[in-house]
């Protein structure tokens, strides 16, 4: 099986910070995926990072995948109120060839006051 | 709107009752899965059917029964054996496009067993 580690497990910030969360893995890395979730609803899908050295942005949220692709991390710019929430990581178990399952970390609880 | 919806969004049973959980989709996706979420754990996979009429067990599926008849369904049952049923549940679909296998998410529903 596939193991994803997060971190920070929580972070607070001040409104207008920027902020790093990680997601690391025990193994290559085919396919990651960024949701984030307010809490007690679904989650909601941000980006999708396959190539190694892949950056992709979305408003003030941009994601990498590393070289080596078994680590990514999630950098907001200039946080906002409305960025709050649970972020979580997702990695595919194979190379996609199959609608397989996706494995996920434990999530970095986002808290930004004003 | 296409989308995922899950019903009821609360729930309440007595324990040792049987309780099953709606997930519906006008996606036309041919995966569906179930995840259950406690705080702190991130997700955990139940049970998840890349076609009609199969389905593969996933990490906790002690307890827990599903079905597949269409492609547009996927019940999940909460048995009396499940220990700890208490959880929010999520249902998950997804599709092959263009190599990526992203998961779009239910609302959830929240479970809780007096």
């Known amino acids: 099986s596939q193991e994803l580690e997060q971190s920070p497990q929580s972070l607070i910030v001040q409104e207008g910070k920027n902020l790093t969360i990680n997601c690391t893995s025990s193994k290559t890395l085919y396919g990651l995926y960024w949701y984030k979730q307010k809490y007690g609803e679904g989650l909601i899908f941000l980006m999708m990072l396959q190539k190694g050295g892949e950056e992709k942005s979305h408003e003030k949220i941009t994601a990498k995948l590393d070289e080596k692709k078994q680590q990514s991390s999630l950098h907001i710019t200039a946080s906002q109120p409305s960025h709050a929430g649970i972020y979580l990581c997702?990695?595919?178990?194979?190379?996609?060839?199959?609608?397989?399952?996706?494995?996920f970390g434990r999530g970095t609880q986002l808290t930004v006051w004003p | 709107d296409g989308g995922i919806t899950q019903s009821p969004k609360y729930l309440f049973r007595k324990e040792g009752q049987n309780v099953t959980l709606s997930c519906e989709q006008n996606l036309n996706h041919d995966a569906m899965y179930w995840y259950r979420q406690d705080p702190g754990q991130g997700l955990r996979l139940i049970y998840y059917s890349q076609i009609v009429n199969d389905f593969q067990k996933g990490d906790i599926a002690e307890g827990y029964s599903v079905s597949r008849e269409k492609k547009e369904s996927f019940p999940l049952t909460v048995t009396s054996a499940q220990k700890n049923p208490t959880a929010f549940y999520l249902c998950?679909?997804?599709?092959?496009?263009?190599?990526?296998?992203?998961?779009?998410f239910g609302p959830g529903t929240r479970l809780t067993v007096l």
């Open positions: 997702g990695a595919s178990s194979d190379r996609g060839s199959t609608l397989g399952r996706l494995y």
């Open positions: 998950a679909s997804s599709t092959r496009t263009s190599g990526r296998t992203e998961q779009f």
